[in-house]
């Protein structure tokens, strides 16, 4: 028992020599730290540093607006009532041929002329700012510059809106140059196309568009820009807050009906009415769409578009068989 407390004594003695020994450690650590750190206080202290403040270059950012900001293009209830006829200029033989088209127009109901001045990403008339821009002389297959300046010029002696469509391409700063021309030549409305994939069922970024549109209307000041989408943008509810900032920016909006069926247009209309008054919304239809055309009238849409000409109806030889057969 003896042998045994005194192992048990030694023991007992060892831990607080240890934690003794740790503690001076710790303090000397200490201690060595606290010189060290202010010796090189003192170095950078006296030490020959530029202190000057760095010099720094604003960059310039594109003036892409944020989207909570709101456009200031005005909504003239006239928009909600065009009806336009596509002007179909080829093969034109005089002024008075120009003329005789324009009237025919007017004499159907249309209080509007629809002029594709792009189709199918190329020009379809002799522009003088692209001539120039590009030095390269323009084809003789296009509509002449002369024809549509009196296109423009004539429609409205007969108080008729004059209207051109044309395609967003790969060069923003050749699209503004046409866009000044046609401003220039007096056509009223500009429809900006190309944008039909920008909104879709999950949404979809806009502010690259309201930059473009806003680059256009500046660059034709003189002519009201609307901006044409696909059907399915009006379908999803998500999609009306970027419509209404897209509206803010046009002057109306257009919707693209030239490659849905009748039934599509028709479900199409019931279930985004309220929208053709609220965003003026202008369908575009091809000539030939005759169901189309006779369905919106029927849903007292009467806003319209052509984008390509009205078939002729063929002439009624029945009376001349009859006559010919006795």
Known sequence: MKRRYRSYTAKKYKLPKRILFFAVCAVVIFIFALILGNHLKARMKNADINREPIETQDVEQPDVPDITENGNAAHPESKATVKAGYLQLAQITDTKDIHNRIDALKTNGFNAVSFAAVENGRLTYASRTIEEYSRLPVSENVISFENITESVAYAHTKKMTASAIVIKGNDEVLDAMICAELSEIGFDEIIISGFESLLTENGGEILPCIKYIKNMRTSASS???????????????????????????????????????????????????????AYMLRPLVKGDATDITSMLNEKGITTIQFISPIPSPEPDTTDTETTTNN
Not at 237 to 250: D, G, M, P, V
Not at 255 to 276: H, K, R, W
């Open 223 to 277: 002519s009201q820009i609307s901006l044409s989408l696909a059907p399915s943008a009006f379908t999803y509810a998500r999609n009306s807050y970027q419509i209404e900032k897209l509206f803010s920016y046009t002057e109306f909006l257009t919707i693209d009906m030239t490659n849905i069926d009748i039934a599509t247009a028709t479900e199409l209309c019931e279930n985004i009415s309220g929208s053709f008054s």
